[in-house]
Structures are given as C-alpha cells and as structure tokens.
C-alpha cells in the first residue's frame, strides 16, 4: 500500500460515481457524529498498516463502533455491502469535512485491524488521513513530534526542548564500517550519531548502567562482564592470533565516550579456527584491563566482528615511553566536533599497534560499554606498548577517565600463552 503517495498523484477513480453520492451517508447515518464514526470504520480497512497506527484505549473503542455503525449502514444500503464502497464513502465524508484534518478517523484505527478485502483503489490513497494527521503533527511539532514508525501504537507529542536531548544509544556508525563494541549491536546504518546518556561518572556512571535501560540490564547483572583484573592464568601452549592487517583508509571520530577509529575493510585476525574482520578501534584512560592488579596509563581495544555476529577484542596495554608513530597520526587527524567522522587522507597500518611480543591472555567476557552484551572473545597482549607522555596528554584533554570498574572475574577460565 503506498500511503507515501503525494496527493496530485493519484489518478481519478474509477469508482461509479453514485458512490460518492452524499445521500449514501445520510442513510448511513444523518449526523456528523456518525460520518466520522464511518471515516473511522473505513480508516479501519484501508489502513490497518501498524507503522502508521496512532492508538489510544478510546480511539480502539471508537473504532470498533465505527466498523460496527459502517457494516450496519452498509447491510442497510447493497449498493455499499463492498468494504470498497464504505471507504469510497468515507473518502468523500473526509473531502466534506473541509481543511479539517480527520483527527478521529486517524486516531480509530487500530493496529489489529483486519486487512481489506480487495485493495484501496487509488482514488482513495491521494493522502491517507493517518498521513495527513502525521504530516500535520510534524508540521506543528517537528521531526521528534511525528510519528515515528519504530512507535508504532503509541502517541508521543514531545514539545520543543532543548532540555530533552534526543535519546539514542549509538556510539558510532560511519560509512566505513559500523562499529559494535563502543556502542549498540543492532544500530541501524542511516541513524544519526549521538551521545548516549551514559557515561563514567555520577548518575548516569558505571554504577547505574544497567538500570538505565532494559536493554542494559546486564550491565548490572550480567555474570561474564568485562573488564576484570586478569591473574592466575592457565599457562598454556596457545595457538597464535593470526594478524591480517594491512594499510589502509580510516576516519577519526569522538563519539563522546572515547575517540574512536574505523578503519576501511579488508583487515582480519584468525583464531581457534574463526576469521574475524577488524571494525574499529578506541582507546580507554587508565587501561580497563588489569594485569596482576596492575592497570596501565591506557589502552586500545581492535574490536572485531565474525560472519555470524559474534566479537572478538584484541587489548593492547600502552605505557608511559617513546611516542607511537600510528597513535601520532591517529591524534593529528582528530575531529574538531564530537560525532562528526574525520576522514584521513593517509592510510594507517593497524599492525604498528601491536606488540613485538603477540603472547597474550584470552577469555570470555562482555562489551564494557552499554549494553555490555557477553560472548565477546577477549584477546589481551601481555606486552605493553609505550606512548609518550605528550600523546597521552592530548587524549587526557578529552577523556581523563573513560573507564569502566573491574568485574569479578566469577570463576572465568582465564588462559594465557607461555
Ligand atoms: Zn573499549
């Protein structure tokens, strides 16, 4: 059905035209009251299409009415027994009503509705009332006062605020590629990039993640959280990560938790027989990861995505000691405003972050951003590698502290390369 279609494209009816005859409705029914109720019936048929449904508990109950008070006017008139003829009727009560927008017609359509028998003919579709009434609410309220389809079934008229900032939860997404860790798992690709309303302090801090959101609940209960303060490892002979990275084309984004790198595609890393594509990497003030209950000025985490969804994050720890060549370039390429990607002109080679020494300690762990989602393969280089005291300076300006508090390891099987 394409209520999308703007008014003058709708070709002329070929409806018989003793359908529109206003003395139909009359039979139907002799008051306004009644005209509306057959508008709303006939919405109910034409668009029972939940994106657009705008529902209240009384305009389910006007409906119902409505097909009622429609089917009895219908069963008294033949010629209108077709749904089709209702709606034709309905269409001209809507045109007679004038400028009026048919708010009650909009607000009765419910999203049970059953579909129509036949389909709408286009005569009908020039502007659905649901749209007109949805045009007319993002006319008056703009964009966060229109329907927005992801809601469907509830009203929402939010006023003009700029104390109610937009909620999203969406770190990061860029055209290069959409970066899961730092931010949601199932963000769609043309969402816009905003800050989300949590952060490492105060009430909105670590300690109130999961009751921010449903979907954060884990963050407070989850029991394979990360990070955690990694001791008693089990020594073993781990396979090596396999490291494909090469040069390559990557933007520079503050997403207002951490600076953030996406990096084209075309890098990869193979471990425990899976291939895991390189999406982004972002950089925590002090290091999230602890070793022996040591942290670290900082760290960088690789965040890497497999073909069925699931994570792998390479940690790398850096200290404090000679300035990093790809961190230098990283930093001269930083965005002047948060959320806005900068793309770089130069390419980068994200095997420069690694250390010389690739043993490393593995285990099972979580995002530790919101939603803090676990069944993350956590891949921890057990050497560190130095940047200098300027360059963590600079990130410091932005991001003093950007990380989440340890958690409890709980028994995690923790193994480490010897
Ligand atoms: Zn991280």
Redesign the pocket.
């Known amino acids: 059905m394409s209520s999308d279609k703007p008014a003058d494209a709708a070709p002329p009816t070929e409806a018989p035209k003793q359908r529109f005859a206003p003395k139909l409705l009359i039979v139907a029914g002799a008051s306004a009251t009644l005209l509306l109720a057959v508008a709303g019936g006939a919405a109910v048929w034409l668009w029972p299409k939940q994106d657009h449904a705008v529902e209240t508990k009384s305009a389910r109950l006007a409906a119902r009415r409505a097909a009622a008070a429609a089917s009895a006017a219908a069963a008294a008139q033949p010629a209108m027994a077709a749904p089709v003829a209702a709606v034709v009727s309905a269409a001209s009560a809507a045109g007679a009503a004038g400028s009026e927008p048919p708010v009650a017609a909009a607000l009765a359509a419910p999203a049970d509705a059953a579909p129509p028998e036949q389909p709408p003919t286009p005569a009908v579709v020039a502007e659905a009332p649901l749209d007109r009434l949805q045009r007319r609410l993002g006319e008056v309220l703009g964009p966060r006062g229109a329907v927005d389809p992801a809601r469907a079934g509830e009203l929402r008229v939010l006023a003009r605020s700029s104390s109610v900032a937009p909620v999203r939860h969406t770190d990061t997404l860029s055209p290069i590629s959409r970066p899961p ?2 931010g949601s798992l199932a963000a769609p690709a043309a969402a816009p990039v905003r800050r989300g309303p949590w952060s490492y302090s105060g009430f909105t801090g670590p300690q109130a993640w999961g009751k921010l959101k449903p979907e954060y609940s884990l963050c407070a209960k989850g029991q394979r959280q990360s990070p955690i303060d990694i001791r008693e490892g089990i020594g073993l002979d781990l396979e090596s990560v396999r490291f494909e990275y090469q040069p390559s084309s990557f933007a520079v984004i503050d997403t207002g938790h ?1 600076v953030q790198v996406n990096v084209a595609p075309g890098n990869a890393i193979e471990v425990n027989g899976r291939r895991w594509t390189l999406q982004q990497f ?1 950089f ?1 003030r002090p290091s ?1 990861e602890r070793i022996d209950g040591r942290q670290f000025e900082m760290d960088v ?1 690789l ?1 890497h995505r497999d073909a069925e969804g699931r994570m792998a ?1 390479v940690a790398v720890l850096l200290e404090r000691g000679a300035a990093q060549p790809l961190l230098q370039t990283v930093w001269n390429h930083l965005p002047l405003e948060k959320n806005e990607e900068n793309a770089a002109r130069v390419q980068i080679d994200p095997i420069q972050l690694l250390p010389t020494d690739r043993r490393y300690y593995t285990y099972m762990g979580s995002l ?2 919101p939603p803090c989602s676990e069944g993350v393969l956590w891949l921890v280089m057990q050497q560190p590698v130095p940047v200098s005291a300027q360059q963590i300076d600079i990130f410091s300006r932005l991001y003093p502290m950007n990380a989440r508090p340890i958690q409890q390891a709980a028994g995690r099987m923790i193994k480490q390369s010897n």
């Open positions: 860790e730092a951490t972002h925590h999230e985490h965040v994050v530790t951003t």
